[in-house]
């Protein structure tokens, strides 16, 4: 099993490495120079990325019990699409990923049947219900690589510092999606302007900048590592800015649809456009973007939230939240951030990438030699419509499509094989 892929610019931002190179491959590893022979297969990568394979830590993949939104298998394979070798999936699953059982079926049913590698978030709670802490120790016995309620917040607070202390014995992140249930109560969209138009009901900005203020002073106490999914409001972002600064043990992702879109995706109530945290006014995006100029935010993840064709062609109130960001990704990176010049190729890899890998204490998110052969490579002229008829997730519940993006995966490779090519 031998591979080269030659002529690329290789990217890897655990050395600052951006240069042209070619990269060698034997067994699945990553190694050093070896001349080709004819059992070695060639990828010429002239005038594309090559780079660590990219890792989401942030998706639902619905397995089990909500199979009809998406499965470990066609999840994982639009993940491979989408030029990602690994996602974390969260525990918002039925029944919750909330013990060592559900979180060993995930990792089996992946080794069936998933196309990437899948790393298991556990329930903080019981049931996600926010009443008595779940197993975590046990869970991450199993193999769970971070604990989160995402979706179902924490809200009590003791229980929250607990389950930090636990954490930071374990030596485990606590993801927090953030947003206090008393401000956020029966809203559906961003709190403002246009849902005053529209007469939805809001959501402010002050659900997500509360809770996420306790739980830096949180973390800040218990020097457990935070990390805040999904950031939407320039709040946060001055939040978790000025934490760092402080030293307070916390790092944040934003989702490609909060640093692309604004609340005005939702006018002629495009339930494509509901998702939680919601999409925020024009100062909002501003803010983010500055936020991962900056580092502030350190991941770019997607909150991958597939969900039927049904459940989404109902009134917008009834709508569940959620958008599918797998297959889109990469394209709104290059797009909005790397060809504007907001981000270095080099910043975006670390964020798609490195960053993820060391906030879950994955060994992957690097070329070096000696690593597992995890690679994606991007075409960062490539031009394609968004046709959500060709993803491989079931989710079609995308406010992209018909989008234009350029710079898109053309290959991605997992532990030296490939799994999806388009050249
Ligand atoms: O939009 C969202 N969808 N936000 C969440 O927090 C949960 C997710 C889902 O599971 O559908």
Same mark, same amino acid.
């Given at each position: 099993?031998?591979?080269?892929?030659?002529?690329?610019?290789?990217?890897?931002? =655990?050395?600052?490495? /951006?240069?042209? !190179?070619?990269?060698?491959?034997? $067994? &699945?590893?990553?190694?050093?120079?070896?001349?080709?022979?004819?059992?070695?297969?060639?990828?010429?990568?002239?005038g594309k990325l090559v780079v660590p394979g990219l890792i989401d830590m942030h998706v639902h993949l619905r397995e089990p019990g909500y199979e009809a939104k998406e499965t470990i298998a066609t999840g994982t394979a639009a993940a491979a699409r989408g030029g990602f070798t690994g996602v974390a999936c969260m525990p918002n699953?039925?029944?919750?990923?909330?013990?060592?059982?559900?979180?060993?079926?995930?990792?089996?049913?992946?080794?069936?049947?998933?196309?990437?590698?899948?790393?298991p978030i556990g329930a903080i709670t019981r049931g996600s219900r926010g009443g008595e802490?779940?197993?975590? =120790?046990?869970?991450? /016995?199993?193999? !769970?690589?971070?604990?989160?309620? $995402? &979706?179902r917040p924490v809200s009590d607070a003791g229980l929250m510092r607990r389950a930090m202390q636990y954490c930071k014995m374990l030596g485990v992140p606590v993801i927090s999606h953030c947003e206090e249930q008393t401000l956020a109560a029966g809203g559906v969209m961003h709190e403002g302007y246009q849902s005053t138009i529209l007469g939805l009901k809001g959501i402010p900005a002050s659900a997500e900048e509360v809770m996420v203020a306790r739980d830096i002073i949180l973390a800040s106490e218990t020097g457990c590592p935070l990390h805040i999914a999904h950031v939407s409001t320039a709040g946060s972002v001055a939040l978790i800015r000025e934490a760092k600064k402080r030293g307070c043990p916390v790092t944040a992702e934003v989702t490609p649809h909060h640093f692309t879109?604004?609340?005005?995706?939702?006018?002629?109530?495009?339930?494509?456009?509901?998702?939680?945290?919601?999409?925020?006014?024009?100062?909002?995006?501003?803010a983010v973007r500055e936020g991962l100029a900056d580092g502030t935010l350190d991941v770019i993840a997607t909150d991958h939230a597939p969900h039927t064709y049904d459940e989404k062609n109902v009134e917008f109130d009834l709508a569940p939240f959620g958008l599918v960001g797998l297959e889109t990704a990469v394209g709104l990176v290059w797009t909005e951030l790397v060809h504007t010049g907001i981000l270095t190729p080099l910043q975006a890899v670390a964020k798609l990438a490195l960053h993820p890998a060391r906030i879950l204490g994955i060994d992957r998110g690097t070329l070096a030699e000696g690593s597992v052969a995890d690679i994606t490579v991007i075409d960062p002229l490539l031009t394609r419509q968004v046709d959500p008829e060709q993803f491989a997730s079931k989710g079609k519940n995308t406010p992209f499509a018909g989008r234009?993006?350029?710079?898109?995966?053309?290959?991605?490779?997992?532990?030296?094989?490939?799994?999806?090519?388009?050249?």
């Amino acid at each position: 099993m031998k591979l080269i892929i030659k002529g690329g610019r290789v990217i890897d931002p =655990a050395v600052g490495k /951006d240069e042209p !190179a070619d990269i060698y491959v034997r $067994d &699945g590893i990553i190694c050093a120079r070896f001349a080709e022979d004819e059992d070695t297969q060639i990828i010429d990568a002239t005038g594309k990325l090559v780079v660590p394979g990219l890792i989401d830590m942030h998706v639902h993949l619905r397995e089990p019990g909500y199979e009809a939104k998406e499965t470990i298998a066609t999840g994982t394979a639009a993940a491979a699409r989408g030029g990602f070798t690994g996602v974390a999936c969260m525990p918002n699953t039925d029944p919750v990923a909330d013990n060592r059982f559900i979180i060993e079926f995930i990792n089996k049913r992946a080794a069936e049947e998933g196309q990437v590698n899948v790393y298991p978030i556990g329930a903080i709670t019981r049931g996600s219900r926010g009443g008595e802490l779940a197993e975590l =120790a046990d869970m991450r /016995d199993a193999g !769970a690589v971070a604990f989160s309620d $995402d &979706g179902r917040p924490v809200s009590d607070a003791g229980l929250m510092r607990r389950a930090m202390q636990y954490c930071k014995m374990l030596g485990v992140p606590v993801i927090s999606h953030c947003e206090e249930q008393t401000l956020a109560a029966g809203g559906v969209m961003h709190e403002g302007y246009q849902s005053t138009i529209l007469g939805l009901k809001g959501i402010p900005a002050s659900a997500e900048e509360v809770m996420v203020a306790r739980d830096i002073i949180l973390a800040s106490e218990t020097g457990c590592p935070l990390h805040i999914a999904h950031v939407s409001t320039a709040g946060s972002v001055a939040l978790i800015r000025e934490a760092k600064k402080r030293g307070c043990p916390v790092t944040a992702e934003v989702t490609p649809h909060h640093f692309t879109l604004t609340d005005q995706a939702v006018t002629h109530y495009n339930t494509a456009a509901k998702v939680n945290p919601p999409l925020r006014g024009e100062a909002d995006v501003q803010a983010v973007r500055e936020g991962l100029a900056d580092g502030t935010l350190d991941v770019i993840a997607t909150d991958h939230a597939p969900h039927t064709y049904d459940e989404k062609n109902v009134e917008f109130d009834l709508a569940p939240f959620g958008l599918v960001g797998l297959e889109t990704a990469v394209g709104l990176v290059w797009t909005e951030l790397v060809h504007t010049g907001i981000l270095t190729p080099l910043q975006a890899v670390a964020k798609l990438a490195l960053h993820p890998a060391r906030i879950l204490g994955i060994d992957r998110g690097t070329l070096a030699e000696g690593s597992v052969a995890d690679i994606t490579v991007i075409d960062p002229l490539l031009t394609r419509q968004v046709d959500p008829e060709q993803f491989a997730s079931k989710g079609k519940n995308t406010p992209f499509a018909g989008r234009t993006l350029q710079g898109l995966p053309v290959i991605t490779i997992r532990s030296g094989a490939c799994i999806y090519t388009t050249i």
